[in-house]
């Protein structure tokens, strides 16, 4: 166990819909990241907070938004999804810098 | 930014055998270089990391070598076993506060019987 909660586990829906995706990193750490990973594909970095502020941005489409609130949770929402946003959604958290700690990811399938 | 690329992205060995997979960087300032293991359907977890000030470590049959000037980073795993079979991604970063780390296309390593 990763100290990284991440719910749902699995979420399946349909195009054009809109879906929140939550994060709760360890206790402790400020640093929240969000990757995505298709199929067979590697871990692209879509976005980073920290104490509540963005940090750094990947490739993240505009249709995708996140946010990290006082308590340090994460949220990222995803809208007017499309079939190739079907992918495992992995939150990361860190205490600043360094070991990255992934929780168990979100599995979304988009019909 | 930081560019990580890897390779090979599939290996194969036999059981007993050694495997390496290679990273290099882009980004000179780049000091904390670690490697993630993921196993099917699980997360991805760190199994070592490397610092720019060290060239070498080890931890049992796993070793990282770094070498700053060429800018590129190696996984030794030594007498494979079957549970060594996992997709492994490098990555590298600059350790300021909030840094984000840049991961590598990920390699897929088969030990066979």
């Known amino acids: 166990d990763s100290g990284v909660t991440q719910t749902p586990k699995h979420l399946i829906t349909a195009t054009g819909q809109r879906v929140t995706l939550r994060c709760s990193p360890r206790?402790?750490?400020?640093?929240v990241y969000w990757y995505q990973q298709s199929l067979d594909q590697g871990l692209q970095f879509l976005i980073q907070?920290?104490?509540?502020?963005?940090?750094a941005k990947g490739n993240i489409l505009e249709r995708f938004s996140a946010q990290q609130f006082p308590d340090l949770h994460s949220e990222l929402n995803l809208s007017s999804l499309e079939l190739g946003d079907s992918a495992l959604y992995f939150c990361?958290?860190?205490?600043?810098?360094?070991?990255?700690?992934f929780g168990e990811g979100s599995r979304l399938t988009v019909l | 930014g930081e560019n990580v690329e890897q390779h090979p992205s599939t290996l194969s060995v036999q059981e007993g055998d050694s495997a390496v997979i290679k990273c290099t960087y882009s980004d000179s300032a780049s000091n904390y270089f670690p490697w993630y293991k993921q196993e099917l359907g699980k997360r991805p977890q760190l199994i070592i990391d490397?610092?720019?000030?060290?060239g070498e470590k080890k931890d049992q049959r796993i070793a990282v070598t770094l070498n700053k000037t060429a800018k590129h980073f190696s996984l030794h795993i030594t007498e494979t076993q079957p549970e060594d079979s996992a997709v492994y991604f490098c990555a590298a970063s600059f350790t300021g506060t909030a840094s984000k780390l840049t991961f590598g296309t990920g390699t897929r390593l088969q030990v066979t019987l």
């Open positions: 490397i610092r720019s000030n060290v």
């Open positions: 990361a958290s860190s205490v600043s810098w360094g070991e990255l700690f």
């Open positions: 907070y920290y104490n509540g502020e963005e940090r």
């Open positions: 206790s402790g750490d400020l640093s």
